[in-house]
T-cell receptor, first 112, second 109 residues
């Protein structure tokens, strides 16, 4: 199984701050994903990456960017945090041929 | 129309009963389907995946897929209080997993 590690479980930031959410996977797989999860809205895809230096927008990319400098690391960046970005952020790596995602423990971000 | 739809619940069943969770999807080209379980405060964990029409069984869990009708379901036999969680249906669309909102299941002792 893919093991996915998110560096911060809980963060509190202020409006306008730049926020980095880090994610590392321990398998040599290319595919990584960032979702946010909100009550009543489910998991929504922000960005994904199929390879180093490659990124694709998901369904809600506005206000976010990503960085994939190494295969094992996929970072989500909030350039200027806003209160509507308060959420649970989930990073995932794609498993083997079966295509399922393996999730990290999540990063709960609060923007004040 | 949402791409992947689930009843949000909560669905309440007594211990030992069969819990039936349903999911419909809009993209006829979807090829693979996944069920995840998510306990409160935890991240989703994979229960089962299914690619082919019909049933797939794994212990107390059975996934059912009907591509013609565009629905996928999850049956949990002999439900236990420890099965109480939110169940997420996910559909692979063009390499991206699109999730439903999830169905909250409560199993009463």
């Amino acid at each position: 199984d893919v093991k996915v590690t998110q560096s911060s479980r809980y963060l509190v930031k202020r409006t306008g701050e730049k926020v980095f959410l880090e994610c590392v996977q321990d398998m040599d797989h290319e595919n990584m994903f960032w979702y946010r999860q909100d009550p009543g809205l489910g998991l929504r895809l922000i960005y994904f990456s199929y390879d180093v230096k490659m990124k694709e927008k998901g369904d809600i990319p506005e206000g976010y960017s990503v960085s994939r400098e190494k295969k094992e690391r996929f970072s989500l960046i909030l350039e200027s945090a806003s209160t509507n970005q308060t959420s649970m952020y989930l990073c995932a790596g794609r498993g083997s041929y079966t295509g399922e995602l393996f999730f990290g423990e999540g990063s709960r971000l609060t923007v004040l | 129309q949402k791409e992947v739809e689930q009843n949000s619940g909560p669905l309440s069943v007594p211990e030992g009963a069969i819990a039936s969770l349903n999911c419909t999807y809009s993209d006829r080209g979807s090829q693979s389907f996944f069920w995840y379980r998510q306990y409160s405060g935890k991240s989703p964990e994979l229960i089962m995946f299914i690619y082919s029409n019909g049933d797939k069984e794994d212990g107390r869990f059975t996934a059912q897929l009907n591509k013609a009708s565009q629905y996928v379901s999850l049956l949990i036999r002999d439900s236990q209080p420890s099965d109480s969680a939110t169940y997420l249906c996910a559909v692979n669309q063009g390499g991206k997993l699109i999730f439903g909102q999830g169905t909250e299941l409560s199993v009463k002792p």
